[in-house]
């Protein structure tokens, strides 16, 4: 995947193990848009090429987030979720191809956009996803 300008990219060597969206109010405000849609995978299976920063900033679920984007054009690349052990999030707008985000489930229906129809089949949580314990920072 990459930013809008191009000059930071990323690599996953591996299937993502939760892909979703995030209708979390935290989510909805830091993209402007009604929802959010995402890939988690171990940060060991990413690599990483150009200029980025990054802030921190809370998640829907309480936890701190590390938000990397690339330096030039601002583009969320991934974010670190500090509540999880070497766990990015990585919006799925930002892959070459498409067709790699496969969405499991809806998180955080319970702050969904009242007007924002959920149209498929997927799971809808209340709350956020499913984690393996041997993922959760606790």
């Given at each position: 995947g990459h930013c809008r300008c191009g000059q930071a990219s990323y690599q996953v060597s591996q299937t993502p193990f939760n892909s979703g969206y995030c209708h979390c109010t935290d989510?909805?405000?830091r993209s402007s848009s009604p929802c959010t849609s995402f890939m988690m995978d171990d940060k060991a299976a990413m690599q990483y090429n150009g200029k980025t920063d990054s802030y921190k900033d809370k998640g829907g679920s309480g936890a701190y987030l590390d938000i990397h984007?690339?330096?030039e054009c601002g583009s969320v690349l991934f974010m670190d979720v500090h509540a999880l052990k070497n766990v990015a999030a990585i919006p799925s707008a930002t892959l070459e191809d498409q067709s790699h985000f496969k969405p499991t489930a809806h998180y955080w229906v319970s702050s969904k956009l009242p007007w924002f129809k959920i149209e498929d089949d997927l799971e809808q949580r209340p709350g956020p996803p499913r984690i393996p314990r041997e993922l959760l920072n606790i």
């Open positions: 989510c909805r405000e984007r690339c330096s």
